[in-house]
């Protein structure tokens, strides 16, 4: 069993930067892919970004390439999500799940609460 913690949202101007943390409880936390998620209000969860067990293989949404970096630190069992340049239409609960490598969040076994990111214009 995997527990998922985020933490790092906030309001932020656009063109500011933001980082996201999921820090995750259990032993096996570097033998899962982890992904982060997001969901504005009105709007169907979406796939963000997703990164390997090992950390070697990343993929992004088209909407956020460029301004996202996903990362792990696989010996303090938590995976990051850099994000720059925010824009207004970021703005969403971001959640991190753990058990995919995969743009479909039914693959994912865990997930976390959520964190709010606002990002004003």
């Known amino acids: 069993q995997v527990q998922l913690v985020e933490s790092g949202g906030g309001l932020v101007q656009a063109g500011g930067s933001l980082r996201l943390s999921c820090a995750a409880s259990?032993?096996?936390?570097?033998?899962?892919?982890m992904g982060w998620f997001r969901q504005a209000p009105g709007k169907e969860r979406e796939f963000v970004a997703t990164?390997?067990?090992?950390?070697?293989?990343?993929d992004y949404a088209d909407s956020v390439k460029g301004r996202v970096t996903i990362s792990r630190d696989n010996a303090k069992n938590t995976v990051y999500l850099q994000m720059n340049n925010l824009k207004p239409e970021d703005t969403a609960v971001y959640s991190c799940a753990g058990g995919g490598f995969s743009r479909n969040s039914g693959m994912y076994r865990y997930w976390g609460q959520g964190t709010q990111v606002t990002v004003s214009s």
């Open positions: 259990g032993r096996t936390f570097s033998s899962y892919a």
């Open positions: 990164i390997s067990w090992s950390g070697s293989s990343t």
